[in-house]
């Protein structure tokens, strides 16, 4: 393969940007004490998928709400703003959600999970079979020994109409051949490859790099930003305008989908504050290191919450 064709492009730039980042990341919230996963990891992943599962496709459903105080810890810790802490709070805000006029369900439209984190995508409505109505929702659990121990949720009202026509919530993307297997260590590779990039083309602006890894038929699920690389081009200023702050918090990856969570300060605020901003979670479909396909959640972020804690921080210590 010669080093002119775009994957090798790809690969090189990729490898470049490890290396040059890879101790930054390392010293960053939300990549600390991620170490390169295990057969175990896997299993256990696997696993927390499966409770995570059970529970979401419970939570809306008519199963005994009781039953549900088996899949949380008795104190849970709460970043999602409207949710005190403890399992007792968790339970009174879905039967709160449950006796809602008109009922409405959960459907999962992608679940990953990644060491002791666990997240879901879903939407939550009356009427599933039209995915441009209800609430499109980003869910982060963390599992200790099969109970849910932390829990972290961005939400917004679901568009209903988009620039591109897509859902919120729809697959698109096709692969030209046979859907790769990706293995543990591409996971890994496609989790330092989207959180760094997003930080340089989101932090520190670096726009350049959309031509090098966003392919240039990107399916696009934001419903104000039209498909194509050339779309996200002419967007981009007003996503990351300049003196305004970026600061990822979390990242996962599963199979091809990697997933990015961030706080954003416009110019002039004080990005120290987790109590300002917005958050935002972006998903990406990673095919041969290029950004295929992406979703996106965000959320302004209140000056108080119902729990105490910010939106951002990971507050568990496992005993």
């Known amino acids: 393969m010669q080093l002119t064709s775009p994957h090798a492009l790809r690969v090189a730039l990729a490898a470049a940007l490890f290396a040059a980042f890879g101790n930054r990341a390392a010293a ?8 390169t996963p295990g057969y175990q990891d896997h299993v256990t992943e696997q696993l927390n998928k499966t409770l995570v599962t059970l529970f979401s496709n419970a939570m809306l459903s008519h199963t005994d709400i009781d039953k549900l105080r088996l899949f949380f810890a008795r ?3 709460q970043h999602d703003p409207a949710i005190a802490d403890g399992r007792d709070a968790m339970i009174q805000w879905i039967s709160a959600q ?3 006029t008109p009922a409405r369900t959960l459907t999962i ?11 879901v995508h879903s939407q939550l409505s009356p009427t599933p079979a039209n995915e441009k109505s209800g609430r499109n929702r980003y869910d982060f659990y963390r599992l200790d020994r099969g109970v849910i121990v932390e829990h ?3 939400s917004a009202g679901v568009a209903a109409q988009t620039a591109s026509g897509n859902s ?3 697959n698109l993307y096709s692969y030209p051949g046979t859907e790769p297997v990706v293995t543990e260590v591409r996971e890994e590779a496609n989790r330092l490859l989207v959180s760094e990039l997003s ?7 670096r726009f350049g790099l959309l031509n090098r890894f966003w392919s240039t038929g990107y399916l696009q699920h934001n419903p104000y930003v039209e498909n194509g690389r050339t779309a996200l081009a002419e967007v981009i200023e007003y996503i990351a305008p300049e003196g305004s702050n970026y600061r990822i918090v979390r990242s996962m990856s599963d199979g091809d989908l990697s997933v990015v969570c961030s706080q954003n300060t416009d110019p002039g605020v004080d990005a120290t504050n987790e109590f300002t901003g917005a958050a935002v979670c972006d998903l990406y479909r990673v095919a041969d290191f290029e950004l295929v396909e992406h979703w996106d959640v965000a959320q302004g972020v209140p000056a108080t919450t119902a729990n105490g804690h910010s939106m951002f921080s990971d507050l568990y210590r496992r005993r």
């Open 152 to 154: 972290w949720a961005v």
């Open 98 to 100: 449950r006796a809602l």
């Open 168 to 170: 919120q919530f729809s």
């Open 75 to 77: 104190d849970l810790i």
């Open 199 to 205: 930080n340089e083309v989101f932090d520190q602006r």
């Open 28 to 35: 960053t919230e939300g990549f600390s004490n991620h170490p």
């Open 109 to 119: 439209k992608h679940i990953l999970a990644d060491r002791d984190l666990v997240f």
